[in-house]
């Protein structure tokens, strides 16, 4: 099994940037696709970024498309998002998880593994 722990939440203003990272244990993540994922507040969750296994190509929700940045280091199990240019519509629970998804990198419940979350609020 994988446990995942996000980090890099936090409360910043109206275009500003943070990084968020999710530290995996467990398993090397090597082998899983990795997404990040968020729900806001009577929302539902969706999906923001993922990043397959094999050559690290990458997808976007359009919300976030030219804003946010997926990465991954596989020799530090760790999974990034770095979030520029925030907006108060970005505000929501992030969650990272992991998986074998065979439809696409952004439906959640093709992913095995979840984290605990960590919050990004961003003011207007």
Same mark, same amino acid.
């Given at each position: 099994?994988?446990?995942?722990?996000?980090?890099?939440?936090? +409360?910043?203003?109206?275009? /500003?940037?943070?990084?968020? +990272?999710?530290?995996?244990?467990?398993? +090397?993540?090597?082998? !899983?696709?990795?997404?990040?994922?968020?729900?806001?507040?009577?929302?539902?969750?969706?999906?923001?970024?993922?990043?397959?296994?094999?050559? /690290?190509?990458?997808?976007?929700?359009?919300?976030?498309?030219?804003?946010?940045?997926?990465?991954?280091?596989?020799?530090?199990?760790?999974? !990034?998002?770095?979030?520029?240019?925030?907006?108060?519509?970005?505000?929501?629970?992030? !969650?990272?998880?992991?998986?074998?998804?065979?439809? +696409?990198?952004?439906?959640?419940?093709? !992913?095995?593994?979840?984290?605990?979350?960590?919050?990004?609020?961003?003011?207007?």
């Amino acid at each position: 099994h994988v446990q995942l722990v996000e980090s890099g939440g936090g +409360s910043v203003q109206a275009g /500003g940037s943070l990084t968020l +990272s999710c530290v995996a244990s467990g398993k +090397s993540i090597a082998t !899983y696709a990795m997404g990040w994922f968020r729900q806001a507040p009577g929302a539902e969750r969706e999906g923001v970024a993922g990043i397959d296994a094999e050559v /690290g190509s990458t997808i976007y929700a359009d919300s976030v498309e030219g804003r946010f940045t997926i990465s991954r280091d596989n020799a530090k199990n760790t999974l !990034y998002l770095q979030m520029n240019s925030l907006k108060p519509e970005d505000t929501a629970m992030y !969650y990272c998880a992991a998986g074998q998804p065979w439809r +696409s990198l952004l439906r959640d419940v093709e !992913y095995g593994y979840w984290g605990q979350g960590t919050q990004v609020t961003v003011s207007s």
